[in-house]
């Protein structure tokens, strides 16, 4: 059920289990106003990660990798109020038919029922009305992005047509390229001079291909490979479809170019490229919604940014963690 977290309810409510001291888990550990955020609400706010961290982490990595994850998760949190407080000066709110609708969505999202989502809130210890609430929380605040962050934000035709031009080689299809072969296959076993009888015997195929023999029939003739009998054809292969000492050597041939002998883990190959598709821009037509959309998340993540710490100014801020 991994879109159940959508609203990420269950990563905000979780709790620890530690079995910390009651006034270690009271203390406060940061303010923004009249709103104090203690140690508990950190540990709740965290918690899943807290607990994937120990189970996960080297004992003498433990200490470092949760200071940073507990700083994560207060920071988390002064954003959630510093966003709730926004809110309630501009007079933002959320009724209970948009809650309900949302946690809807988020049944259909997961193909789930009511039934399914209660005991998956049971499970994790969260009670029903507590999930309403941090969905509600989660609504109020992508209001607030929306009124203050997201409704300014603009992607001109001009900027899109720049990042493609400045970033053609990102929207470039795949390059493939289909090929010939014949393999002389290395035993595990072999000793130096059994291989230098393989390679000599290779030395003298790659002569008669380069002499103008026709590679299809030297293949069938001499190839030890799986492919011998179709005349050495691999088909179209990416560069990742291969061993990279396969790849380095094959991919800057020209069409009809005959390599060297090239050696892999498998043994000794004579390859032939014969033809090269692939690895060209796509038409700006086709990938300017993508680009668009790219440039407007880029935007809305900055804006919220800017948003966030315009708010840290604004309010009373005072961290002691």
Same mark, same amino acid.
């Given at each position: ?32 106003? @009249? ?155 072999? @000793? ?130």
């Amino acid at each position: 059920m991994k879109k159940l977290l959508l609203l990420t309810a269950f990563l905000f409510l979780m709790l620890t289990g530690s079995p910390v001291k009651a006034e270690i888990i009271d203390r406060v550990v940061a303010s923004i106003g @009249d709103n104090a955020i203690t140690y508990f609400d950190v540990e709740k706010e965290g918690g899943a990660l807290f607990k994937q961290i120990i189970s996960s982490t080297p004992p003498e990595e433990q200490e470092a990798r949760l200071k940073d994850a507990r700083e994560k998760a207060l920071n988390n949190l002064l954003e959630k109020v510093l966003l709730l407080r926004a809110a309630r000066k501009a007079a933002i709110d959320v009724t209970d038919d948009e809650v309900k609708a949302a946690i809807e969505n988020i049944k259909k999202e997961n193909k789930i029922n009511e039934q399914e989502l209660l005991s998956a809130l049971k499970k994790e210890g969260v009670s029903f009305e507590r999930y309403k609430e941090e969905v509600k929380g989660q609504i109020i605040r992508s209001k607030v992005i929306d009124k203050k962050v997201r409704r300014v934000i603009e992607v001109s035709d001009e900027e899109v047509m720049i990042y493609y031009e400045r970033n053609k080689n990102d929207f470039a299809t795949d390059e493939e390229i289909s090929a010939r072969h014949i393999l002389f296959l290395i035993p595990k076993d072999a @000793d130096e001079e059994r291989v230098n009888e393989i390679r000599k015997r290779a030395e003298e195929v790659l002569q008669k291909a380069r002499a103008g023999e026709d590679f299809e029939s030297l293949a069938k003739k001499y190839s030890e490979g799986p492919s011998a009998s179709n005349g050495g054809d691999l088909g179209f292969f990416k560069r990742e479809d291969m061993v990279k000492e396969f790849s380095r050597a094959v991919f800057p041939l020209k069409e009809n170019e005959i390599s060297g002998l090239i050696l892999t883990p498998f043994g000794y190959h004579i390859v032939q490229l014969r033809e090269r598709r692939g690895g060209a821009a796509l038409p700006f037509d086709e990938i300017s919604k993508k680009i668009k959309a790219r440039l407007y998340s880029e935007e809305l993540n900055r804006g919220i940014k800017e948003f966030i710490e315009e708010l840290k100014e604004e309010e009373h801020v005072e961290i002691r963690l």
